[in-house]
């Protein structure tokens, strides 16, 4: 039987320390999700956001090459649709505001409570997904189109509020 994947899209989980991945996976595991892209150099996160989407991001912000705070402005900028929980030991108010200035979903402070750790991740996925409901809806509502027209074609009409009704039996 073949393990259901959840979340749809994974959670891209970047620090330059492999342990720090290794407890975020365990503890994100613990709480049934089971779809990652870890990351552990930060050059290469534009490029793996690039190549496919993802849920939700779990970034540190002090490694080499590429700062977090670079980026998670080049995130923010590119994919804005994405969530940054930021996960720093840096417990520091004024970098914490300025992340957050700077569009993190979240600031958490290492070590993290797993419960913290899963409830933000949790919280970002329902953001995700009460966007995309948000998307399809606008779409379905603001776009005069069918996804079926096949269903209706026997009913000839040029009303506005058949196709409506068509819209909202869909």
Partial sequence: MKESVYPEFPVILVDDEEQALDSFEIALRSANMNHFVRVQDSRDVMPTLSGREVE????????????????????????????????????????????????????????????????????????????????????????????HPEAFSEIVTNSAGMRSIFQYVE
Wanted: net charge positive.
């Fill in 56 to 147: 939700v991001m779990l970034l540190d912000l002090r490694m080499p090459h590429v700062s977090g705070e670079e980026l998670l402005l080049k995130v923010n900028s590119d994919f804005p649709e994405i969530p940054v929980i930021i996960i720093t030991g840096a417990n520091d108010v004024e970098t914490a505001v300025k992340c957050m200035k700077h569009g993190a979903f979240d600031y958490m402070v290492k070590p993290v409570e797993k419960s913290r750790l899963v409830s933000g991740v949790r919280r970002a996925l329902e953001l995700r997904e009460l966007q995309k409901e948000n998307r399809l809806l606008k779409a379905h509502v603001l776009f005069d189109k069918l996804q």
